[in-house]
């Protein structure tokens, strides 16, 4: 789950992490009221969306001239103007994708007086079952551009858990950062804190771009990205709190309801299928007969009829998909639970579009026959690449 830079900041702060001074804003006076506790002299006007480079972005209906989503003023009346134009206007990013993003609040805050940009983040290594740490001294730029340019620049290491954060920890980071003398001390005292907190709030990554050296040799956190482990979300009611459904697809905050691993995708062709792994490979093989998946859906191998139709209802909930193919290896998941399932969405909701349906795997032949005597207008599939390929033909008005 991810939140909000003035969240993120937020959380952190609670741990002792220094942030600079903001107030977050949904309507323009807001905004102007957030700016008259600061007092100045000078603001900076923070779009909130989930998505990076917003400082970079650009508002649709704006020119080409026009400035991104991260704005610095030297007034209130350039705070209630710059909000005025941003808020409710959708925000295009490299990240956001062409359809971009609404902004529905902005984070108003102080100005900082930046003598350098660093870059740091915590993540989870799974390979090492550690917390990473990712540092770098090209901070206010994407770290994917600095790893593929000038990967000598970015320094990983991981904390053990057993012992957690200690001296070394900190003057490792201090010489990836090139800090020195009290700087030094502050990056050591900075990771202990952000530490404590991705573990104490069971966070997935943690992100600093930039972490700022100030004109007075401080060191800030002047953005902050954070997202959650959703397994452990029942461990932290103040976390689920700050969700904003806003910033999510529909159909995967349907999705959660069920358990059901969704994630939209811009293609024509709808993907039901149990397993991670067969899901990946189906998804391949529709691009490999030259069609584009519109979405990535594991039911489970514990999936039950009930799980199964709300699958269905909500692929067909995309108005771009234009065929469905459900791709069932019945292992722990019965072909036959599974296809009663399929029976059940499609008559509920109805079938506007072809459907291939595979079945291999435990109870396959009975599942075939609920499907065969449903009364479905369904087109069989003997294997994955046979399904693959009829579907897509299917879609072209081939069969």
């Known amino acids: 789950m991810n939140i909000h830079e003035h969240q993120a900041k937020a959380v952190l702060s609670e741990f002792g992490v220094a942030v600079p001074r903001g107030f ?10 957030a700016a008259t506790r600061l007092g100045g002299p000078v ?7 989930h998505a990076g480079g917003r400082g970079k972005g650009k508002f649709e209906g704006l020119g080409p001239d026009a400035k991104g989503g991260v704005r610095v003023v030297k007034s209130v009346e350039d ?19 062409p359809k971009g993003k609404q902004v529905n609040r902005l984070y108003i805050e102080e100005g900082a007086a930046i003598a350098r940009e660093l870059y740091l983040s915590l993540l989870v290594d799974r390979d090492s079952s550690r917390v990473s740490v990712v540092a770098s001294t090209e901070g206010g730029m994407d770290i994917e551009e600095v790893a593929h340019s000038t990967p000598e620049k970015i320094i990983t290491f991981s904390i053990d858990p057993a012992t957690g954060v200690w001296p070394n920890h900190g003057l490792r980071l201090s010489k990836a950062l090139g800090l020195k003398g009290d700087l030094a001390k502050q990056a050591g005292k900075l990771l202990g804190q952000l530490y404590k907190a991705f573990l104490a709030k069971d966070m997935a990554m943690l992100e600093i771009n930039p972490l700022i050296v100030t004109a007075d ?9 954070v997202s959650f482990d959703p397994n452990a979300l029942y461990r932290h009611p103040d976390i689920r709190e700050l969700r904003d459904e806003s910033e999510e697809d529909p159909k995967e905050i349907e999705a959660s309801k069920f358990d059901l691993s969704y994630i939209a995708l811009d293609g024509e062709i709808g993907c039901m299928v149990n397993g991670a792994g067969l899901a990946m490979a189906t998804m391949d093989i529709i691009k490999l007969y030259g069609a584009e998946p519109a979405n990535f859906l594991d039911v489970g191998g514990g999936a039950d009829e009930a799980k199964v139709t709300a699958a269905f209802k909500i692929i067909m909930a995309d108005p771009n998909v234009k065929g469905i193919l459900v791709n069932i290896f019945g292992g722990i998941a019965r072909c036959d639970v599974l296809a009663n399932g399929v029976v059940n969405a499609v008559k509920q909701v ?5 459907l291939v349906v595979r079945l291999e795997g435990t109870n396959a032949e009975l ?11 369904v087109i069989a599939a003997n ?12 879609v072209r008005g081939a069969v």
Do not use: C, W, Y
């Open 24 to 33: 977050a804003a949904f309507t323009v006076e807001e905004a102007v009221e």
């Open 43 to 49: 603001f900076v006007v923070k779009s909130q969306i």
């Open 79 to 97: 705070v209630k103007t710059n909000a005025t134009e941003m808020l409710g206007r959708v925000l295009v990013t490299h990240q956001t994708g």
């Open 217 to 225: 040799d401080q060191l800030r956190v002047l953005d902050a990205k």
């Open 350 to 354: 109805g079938l506007s579009v072809p």
């Open 367 to 377: 599942g075939k026959k609920i499907i065969n005597e449903s009364g479905l207008n």
């Open 383 to 394: 294997d994955l690449s046979d399904g693959a390929e009829k579907i897509v033909k299917a």
